[in-house]
């Protein structure tokens, strides 16, 4: 999926391709990359269970994760969209592992 053509991608993981914005596949391939780097989210991204937060910032002209001391080194440098939480995570999850059975299905015929 991280290699697939941006027509396939589309084809297969949007309900409507013709009327996606440019960024669909690549963002799409994030959301894989990010399963593969962290397959056990309440571990490595909601540690101890807390939820991550975030706020617009006018001076970075990006959201940026609030209190990004409690989540270690590092983290919370990406932008992220807002009240992203982890029933949202889980259930992007879920959409995607949908998705990867119907592939496996189509490619198994």
């Not at 609030?66 to 080194?73: R, T």
């Not at 029933?87 to 490619?107: C, G, H, N, P, R």
Request: one cysteine or more; proline letters at 8%; a negative charge.
């Amino acid at each position: 999926w991280l290699t697939v053509p941006d027509e396939y991608m589309l084809s297969k993981c949007s309900t409507s391709p013709l009327v996606e914005p440019p960024h669909f596949c690549e963002d799409t391939r994030n959301s894989f990359r990010r399963m593969i780097s962290d397959p056990d989210p309440l571990k490595t991204i909601f540690k101890d269970g807390r939820s991550r937060e975030y706020e617009w910032s006018d001076v970075a002209g990006e959201w940026c994760l609030v209190n990004p001391e409690l989540f270690g080194q590092g983290e919370g440098v990406q932008p992220a969209k807002p009240s992203f939480s982890v029933q949202d995570f889980y259930a992007s999850v879920k959409k995607m592992k949908d998705i990867v059975k119907l592939v496996e299905t189509e490619f198994h015929r």
